[in-house]
């Protein structure tokens, strides 16, 4: 099975080599992979993305100086982790040299909980022997993939008040950020009717070859009544990468005492108090 997994993969072009394509920028040809998985980060040479092991691609001319170009960066695949097993830590929060007014998620290596950096700090939830949620703030953690932007200046979009669940906020997301660079970061604050999270616990030495292997481990809990917010990345290119192959958005929320954090699956939030925030852009 496992074997069958990763030819699978291989003929998808997701963990193995895949396809090239055209030209070059100006007088210099540059690279860049095809699924964006490190933003926009180009090369002046053919290779492979460190990512996703895809054939990083000659870059299409752009002749449009208007062109907005994301911020976001990304280390590691969500599917090396869920379906290769491949649970070490791909980078250590320790080591972003820039942490200033950053922006990130992803679990913690060999998926012993979740990671939340707000505004620069960093926040760990992981489970205690009792059960309970144990919230760490420390930046002395890894992650086997993680996805992050500096957002220096926020803009609040307008939200409708009958986007009060999930589904509804990720198709809003993609009908109002047509132009808006992609992926990107946003931010979420409500006052929650009704919320379900998880943390992810494995034990040690459990062998991860599909999804089934973590969601079992997975421990969920249910929020009501309380103010939040929600940190998320939303992008139509990188399922599989930093977001579940059914959905455009990871999502991870923290309560507003700080006591509750992790990846959120469903939310119900009270009608008007949504204030969403999007990456301002230069006009």
């Known amino acids: 099975m496992r ?23 100006g007088d210099t ?10 933003g926009e980060k180009t090369y002046d040479h053919p290779g492979t993305c460190p990512v996703c092991g895809m054939d990083l691609e000659k870059m299409e001319a752009n002749n449009d100086p208007a062109e907005k170009v994301s911020n976001v960066k990304i280390t590691g695949a969500m599917l090396n982790v869920m379906h290769l097993g491949l649970l070490y830590g791909t980078i250590n929060l320790d080591t972003i040299s820039n942490k200033k007014h950053l922006y990130g998620l992803g679990p913690v290596e060999y998926l012993k909980g979740e990671i939340l950096i707000d505004d620069g700090k960093s926040y760990v939830s992981k489970m205690a022997e009792d059960g309970s949620i144990v919230m760490e703030e420390t930046y002395k953690v890894k992650a086997p993939f993680f996805v ?3 957002v220096d200046r926020w803009e609040e979009i307008s939200i409708p008040d009958y ?3 999930l589904q509804q906020l990720e ?52 929020v009501k009544n309380t103010d939040a917010e929600l940190i998320g990345f939303f992008s139509t290119q990188h399922q599989g ?43």
Request: net charge neutral; glycine share 2%.
């Open 3 to 25: 074997l069958l997994t990763i030819f699978l993969f291989a003929l998808t072009g997701i963990v193995s080599n895949s396809m090239a394509m055209s030209v070059s920028v």
């Open 29 to 38: 040809i540059r690279y860049q992979c095809p699924m964006k998985c490190e």
């Open 148 to 150: 992050s932007e500096n």
């Open 163 to 165: 986007i009060v669940n």
């Open 171 to 222: 198709t809003f997301l993609d009908a109002t950020t047509k132009n808006h660079s992609r992926p990107f970061a946003f931010r979420l604050n409500a006052t929650i009717e009704n919320a379900a999270i998880h943390i992810v616990n494995l034990p040690d030495g459990t062998a991860v070859n599909s999804p089934e292997d973590v969601q079992q481990h997975q421990h969920h809990f249910i």
């Open 241 to 283: 990468i930093f977001t579940h192959h059914d959905t455009y958005v990871h999502i991870h929320m923290m309560t507003a005492d700080k006591k509750k954090m992790g990846h959120l699956e469903s939310f119900v939030i009270k009608k008007g108090t949504a204030k969403l925030f999007l990456p301002a852009e230069s006009k």
